[in-house]
């Protein structure tokens, strides 16, 4: 990576007893999408804060552009941030809210005009500048927010669950003119947001969080296909888990033995010792089924219903001890019928080997509730 | 045999609407007798008693006349008018510069807390004005707390002349007045999102900055409310200024008193009172075209 715009070393954050951020370490590089992706109270929120200065960081140093900004207040920051309910200020019009950071730090006049104009422009408000805040609708209201903190030209912006408050279709619809706004100025967005799809829409990387430790940071195509660990797996679109031990690491192909069966998948850089407790993931969409037993896979359940979501059907297979098993087809052409007896097996490397379950320390992170409480 | 059922589904319509109406009516009755009675009647009685003529010897002659509404504008009555509005201006700045940051408070510190601190705001309210404006007379007067305290200390050399002077008075009225006017500020900050002071210092605006641009901006219904709340019964209340203004300040309130007490001279007292009531009634419309709610004000 070229020289990050921002880095956290180290970062830790305790509200009293509460161990929010744990040792976070993550570099930022210029011009990237980085979203901080994580369950609600995970600690996200908290560490996009300690960017912005709105949280300083218990230990740790958190440097842009290569400067620590520790003592630093937000005012005096390159960065900028979108706040989850948009923070509009009512007292003002559209143009006087766009204008504000403009106006603080004493631009000439008619450069506030021509910048604020253009940047409104941009967001597609052009002709809106009259308005006050409480006629503008969701998603207008999103992109004044978006333009008051882009007019300041930021290094970096902060946007803290921006689409939140929108409907489904305007949010997808916004995260789309996001990202091409992104490409567009070049500038670097650090996102926030508990909902996986729009991470993997937006990001050039992700960061899962949990419990406030980052348990993966890479791009959106490595995290879906090589999840380091079962909460990502779990967590990033949606996995089948068995929880599993080694019998055998043999020519890039590990066998293990489950709950439910014998099963393979594809061995990682490091060679598995027999006896080796793991996890497997599958996902859904390449869990394959055949009526009769398939080579170096043991795995049979019965069909118990069929789940029609639109785009795709939900097959609900239960194993022979109980548990459930999903899997994703596009058409209703090759579905098993239920109550059909089925063998499950997948492409040897469809298969995850996960070595751990999370990088939280379960003992001590049990009592850690995390983050604010505005992130719930 | 369709209009038939049309027509009974419509009588029976009509008799419930005016089973409806009779109960509103019966509802209704009791305030708008007490309205009646004690509001409308009083005031129109007052409006009238000010266009009377005084008698001798404290009577009232039903004679029309405008010579009390006159006798306001004579310069001994000018200057109490001028005299009060110089206290409650007074009284109302100092108390929401007191009350404000009190208000800020409250609003900013944890829920139990805030109910604690905003009781033992209203305490006072449940103390006789008497007793506490007596209570002011004993720390106030020349040989009295304040003044022995610091005569002890040394600090002053004779006893300062506190009470019996306009300070009194003020003293007096912001202690009186300031439950009622942090209330709505209390309740305006506290509506206020805290995310938009973040944008505010976010957008490169230190705490001063944000305070003048948004944080008084967005609070000033409740700073409105809470001169209307201050301003217009310190016009009018009486107490303070005979207590702790002994007979060195008058206001309006006290002309009004002394009209109906020891002047002996109602018609005056209630083209006072008219007058007074029309000064209230000007800034209550004055506060409702600065946008202010009427609910602010407990109404």
Same mark, same amino acid.
């Given at each position: 990576?070229?020289?990050?715009?921002?880095?956290?070393?180290?970062?830790?954050?305790?509200?009293?007893?509460?161990?929010?951020?744990?040792?976070?370490?993550?570099?930022?590089?210029?011009?990237?999408?980085?979203?901080?992706?994580?369950?609600?109270?995970?600690?996200?929120?908290?560490?996009?804060?300690?960017?912005?200065?709105?949280?300083?960081?218990?230990?740790?140093?958190?440097?842009?552009?290569?400067?620590?900004?520790?003592?630093?207040?937000?005012?005096?920051?390159?960065?900028?941030?979108?706040?989850?309910?948009?923070?509009?200020?009512?007292?003002?019009?559209?143009?006087?809210?766009?204008?504000?950071?403009?106006?603080?730090?004493?631009?000439?006049?008619?450069?506030?005009?021509?910048?604020?104009?253009?940047?409104?422009?941009?967001?597609?408000?052009?002709?809106?500048?009259?308005?006050?805040?409480?006629?503008?609708?969701?998603?207008?209201?999103?992109?004044?927010?978006?333009?008051?903190?882009?007019?300041?030209?930021?290094?970096?912006?902060?946007?803290?669950?921006?689409?939140?408050?929108?409907?489904?279709?305007?949010?997808?619809?916004?995260?789309?003119?996001?990202?091409?706004?992104?490409?567009?100025?070049?500038?670097?967005?650090?996102?926030?947001?508990?909902?996986?799809?729009?991470?993997?829409?937006?990001?050039?990387?992700?960061?899962?969080?949990?419990?406030?430790?980052?348990?993966?940071?890479?791009?959106?195509?490595?995290?879906?296909?090589?999840?380091?660990?079962?909460?990502?797996?779990?967590?990033?679109?949606?996995?089948?888990?068995?929880?599993? *031990?080694?019998?055998?690491?043999?020519?890039?192909?590990?066998? *293990?033995?489950?709950?439910?069966?014998?099963?393979?998948? *594809?061995?990682?850089?490091?060679?598995?010792?027999?006896?080796?407790?793991?996890?497997?993931?599958?996902?859904?969409?390449?869990?394959?089924?055949?009526?009769?037993?398939?080579?170096?896979?043991?795995?049979?359940?019965?069909?118990?219903?069929?789940?029609?979501?639109?785009?795709?059907?939900?097959?609900?297979?239960?194993?022979?001890?109980?548990?459930?098993?999903?899997?994703?087809?596009?058409?209703?052409?090759?579905?098993?019928?239920?109550?059909?007896?089925?063998?499950?097996?997948?492409?040897?490397?469809?298969?995850?080997?996960?070595?751990?379950?999370?990088?939280?320390?379960?003992?001590?992170?049990?009592?850690?509730?995390?983050?604010?409480?505005?992130?719930? | 045999?369709?209009?038939?059922?049309?027509?009974?589904?419509?009588?029976?319509?009509?008799?419930?609407?005016?089973?409806?109406?009779?109960?509103?009516?019966?509802?209704?009755?009791?305030?708008?007798?007490?309205?009646?009675?004690?509001?409308?009647?009083?005031?129109?009685?007052?409006?009238?008693?000010?266009?009377?003529?005084?008698?001798?010897?404290?009577?009232?002659?039903?004679?029309?006349?405008?010579?009390?509404?006159?006798?306001?504008?004579?310069?001994?009555?000018?200057?109490?008018?001028?005299?009060?509005?110089?206290?409650?201006?007074?009284?109302?700045?100092?108390?929401?510069?007191?009350?404000?940051?009190?208000?800020?408070?409250?609003?900013?510190?944890?829920?139990?807390?805030?109910?604690?601190?905003?009781?033992?705001?209203?305490?006072?309210?449940?103390?006789?004005?008497?007793?506490?404006?007596?209570?002011?007379?004993?720390?106030?007067?020349?040989?009295?707390?304040?003044?022995?305290?610091?005569?002890?200390?040394?600090?002053?050399?004779?006893?300062?002349?506190?009470?019996?002077?306009?300070?009194?008075?003020?003293?007096?009225?912001?202690?009186?007045?300031?439950?009622?006017?942090?209330?709505?500020?209390?309740?305006?900050?506290?509506?206020?999102?805290?995310?938009?002071?973040?944008?505010?210092?976010?957008?490169?605006?230190?705490?001063?900055?944000?305070?003048?641009?948004?944080?008084?901006?967005?609070?000033?219904?409740?700073?409105?409310?809470?001169?209307?709340?201050?301003?217009?019964?310190?016009?009018?209340?009486?107490?303070?200024?005979?207590?702790?203004?002994?007979?060195?300040?008058?206001?309006?309130?006290?002309?009004?008193?002394?009209?109906?007490?020891?002047?002996?001279?109602?018609?005056?007292?209630?083209?006072?009172?008219?007058?007074?009531?029309?000064?209230?009634?000007?800034?209550?419309?004055?506060?409702?075209?600065?946008?202010?709610?009427?609910?602010?004000?407990?109404?």
């Amino acid at each position: 990576m070229s020289k990050p715009i921002v880095s956290l070393v180290n970062v830790e954050k305790w509200y009293g007893t509460n161990h929010v951020v744990k040792n976070m370490n993550i570099n930022i590089a210029e011009g990237e999408f980085l979203t901080l992706l994580g369950p609600s109270g995970c600690g996200k929120t908290t560490t996009l804060r300690m960017i912005s200065g709105f949280e300083l960081p218990t230990t740790g140093v958190i440097r842009v552009q290569g400067e620590s900004v520790e003592k630093k207040e937000p005012y005096q920051r390159d960065v900028n941030t979108v706040f989850q309910n948009y923070a509009l200020f009512p007292n003002m019009n559209v143009f006087d809210n766009v204008a504000y950071g403009l106006k603080v730090k004493k631009v000439p006049k008619e450069e506030i005009k021509e910048r604020v104009l253009k940047i409104l422009k941009l967001v597609q408000l052009e002709g809106f500048e009259k308005r006050r805040i409480n006629q503008m609708s969701g998603g207008q209201k999103q992109r004044v927010a978006i333009a008051r903190a882009l007019v300041n030209r930021p290094k970096v912006l902060l946007l803290d669950e921006p689409l939140g408050a929108l409907d489904l279709k305007l949010r997808k619809q916004m995260q789309i003119e996001l990202k091409r706004l992104q490409r567009k100025l070049g500038i670097t967005f650090v996102y926030v947001t508990h909902d996986q799809e729009e991470a993997l829409t937006m990001s050039d990387r992700i960061a899962i969080i949990n419990q406030g430790i980052l348990e993966q940071i890479d791009t959106a195509y490595n995290i879906y296909e090589h999840p380091k660990t079962t909460f990502v797996a779990g967590f990033i679109g949606e996995s089948d888990i068995f929880d599993a *031990v080694v019998l055998e690491d043999k020519d890039g192909v590990v066998t *293990v033995g489950t709950e439910v069966g014998k099963a393979r998948a *594809v061995s990682g850089e490091e060679k598995l010792a027999p006896g080796t407790a793991v996890s497997i993931s599958v996902r859904p969409e390449n869990m394959l089924f055949s009526s009769e037993r398939v080579e170096g896979f043991h795995i049979k359940g019965v069909v118990k219903e069929h789940i029609y979501v639109g785009n795709l059907i939900k097959t609900i297979v239960v194993l022979n001890d109980g548990t459930e098993v999903k899997i994703n087809r596009f058409s209703v052409d090759d579905l098993p019928k239920e109550g059909d007896l089925i063998y499950l097996y997948w492409k040897v490397e469809k298969g995850i080997v996960l070595k751990e379950k999370s990088l939280v320390d379960t003992d001590s992170a049990r009592d850690i509730k995390g983050g604010r409480e505005d992130e719930e | 045999m369709k209009n038939n059922t049309a027509d009974s589904v419509k009588k029976h319509k009509e008799k419930r609407s005016a089973k409806a109406k009779i109960s509103s009516v019966v509802m209704c009755a009791p305030i708008t007798i007490w309205s009646v009675l004690f509001i409308l009647l009083p005031v129109a009685m007052l409006l009238f008693m000010s266009f009377m003529t005084k008698g001798p010897l404290g009577r009232v002659l039903y004679q029309f006349t405008f010579d009390n509404y006159a006798e306001i504008l004579k310069p001994v009555y000018l200057v109490v008018v001028k005299q009060s509005f110089i206290i409650a201006f007074w009284t109302t700045l100092l108390t929401i510069l007191l009350g404000y940051p009190l208000a800020a408070f409250i609003a900013r510190v944890k829920k139990k807390t805030s109910g604690v601190l905003t009781v033992l705001l209203m305490l006072p309210l449940w103390v006789s004005g008497l007793v506490i404006l007596y209570s002011f007379v004993v720390i106030l007067n020349s040989s009295g707390t304040l003044n022995s305290f610091l005569l002890a200390l040394g600090i002053i050399k004779e006893p300062l002349e506190l009470l019996y002077t306009n300070f009194a008075v003020i003293l007096g009225m912001v202690y009186m007045f300031l439950p009622f006017a942090v209330l709505p500020m209390y309740s305006s900050i506290e509506k206020l999102d805290p995310g938009l002071m973040e944008a505010s210092k976010d957008l490169g605006a230190g705490p001063v900055k944000t305070f003048f641009k948004v944080t008084l901006p967005l609070t000033s219904p409740g700073i409105f409310a809470a001169v209307i709340l201050t301003f217009i019964p310190c016009i009018g209340y009486y107490m303070v200024t005979d207590m702790l203004g002994g007979g060195t300040s008058m206001m309006v309130g006290n002309l009004i008193y002394r009209q109906y007490t020891i002047a002996r001279n109602w018609p005056f007292g209630a083209a006072l009172s008219i007058i007074l009531a029309m000064i209230i009634l000007l800034m209550v419309f004055i506060y409702t075209r600065f946008g202010g709610d009427l609910d602010d004000l407990g109404a």
